[in-house]
């Protein structure tokens, strides 16, 4: 376990050291939605009844900020260790296919989750907002981060260069993280989108959060978790096995 442990803090400390690009610029960006939406949009939009558009929006951001930082970092540190060649130096290391996988994953829940609790605690000093529910809060906010850690250490394995990790981003991570109701809810689709929006695993995960603060969501919250968990699972088995393989990294 002390391998798993090292690989970890390495990971900690390497996100730490740049926390101005790793930390601080996604909650300026996920306060700069905030007060741009609300701004335009409060009093206009009623999307809940009782919930002000601004209070809708913080779960969501807040939602977003954390997938898209657990999947950059398990990406970009394992395409920097690719590329650079140090990565050789992690494998010949008596570190299981699993420590390393829990490693990685560990750790960019731990950047998804400080990001989302930075931009917490700066909205709350702009928006009268309350939480219904801290467990189902930190559950979905774990899953979520976790999902997208594994996610991002399949796409690393695939990637050979930077830039097709960046279209990966670009061209999956970002639309789907835009796309799944975070600034607005999917009742107020047409059906064709409606449909469509629920083949978005990004929107269970943000669907299942937000109803921690409100209890209300679009869809069953036991819906949400169910297919969150099940999303895990199978990414992870994935992950798991590419790892056990070393597909990409061994041969």
């Given amino acids: ?98 420590e390393f996988f829990i490693a990685y994953v560990a750790a960019a829940m731990v950047r998804g989750l400080a990001v989302g609790a930075t931009i917490l605690l700066f909205a709350l000093l702009l928006v009268d907002i309350s939480v219904h529910s801290y467990t189902l809060v930190l559950v979905f906010a774990l899953l979520g981060s976790a999902i997208l850690g594994a996610l991002g250490i399949i796409a690393a394995i695939w990637a050979d260069k930077y830039d097709q990790l960046a279209a990966f981003q670009n061209f999956v991570i970002m639309p789907l993280s835009f796309l799944s109701g975070v600034f607005y809810s999917i009742h107020s689709l047409p059906p064709f989108w409606q449909t469509l929006s629920r083949f978005n695993p990004f929107f269970y995960m943000i669907d299942g959060f937000r109803h921690g603060f409100f209890a209300i969501s679009d869809v069953p919250v036991a819906v949400s978790l169910a297919i969150c968990l099940t999303a895990f699972i199978l990414l992870s088995a994935i992950t798991l096995s590419i790892l056990k393989i070393g597909y990409k990294l061994r041969v």
């Fill in 1 to 98: 376990m002390a391998g798993m442990v090292w690989l970890f803090w390495k990971e900690l400390v390497r996100f730490g050291k740049v926390a101005f690009q790793t930390v601080i610029a996604p909650v300026m960006t996920a306060l700069l939605f905030l007060l741009v939406f609300s701004h335009v949009l409060e009093g206009r939009v009623n999307v809940y009844e009782g919930v002000s558009y601004t209070a809708f929006l913080v779960p969501g951001l807040i939602m977003m900020s954390v997938i898209q930082n657990g999947f950059a970092n398990s990406s970009s540190s394992l395409i920097q260790s690719k590329i650079t060649g140090n990565l050789f130096f992690v494998l010949i290391t008596p570190i299981s296919y699993v």
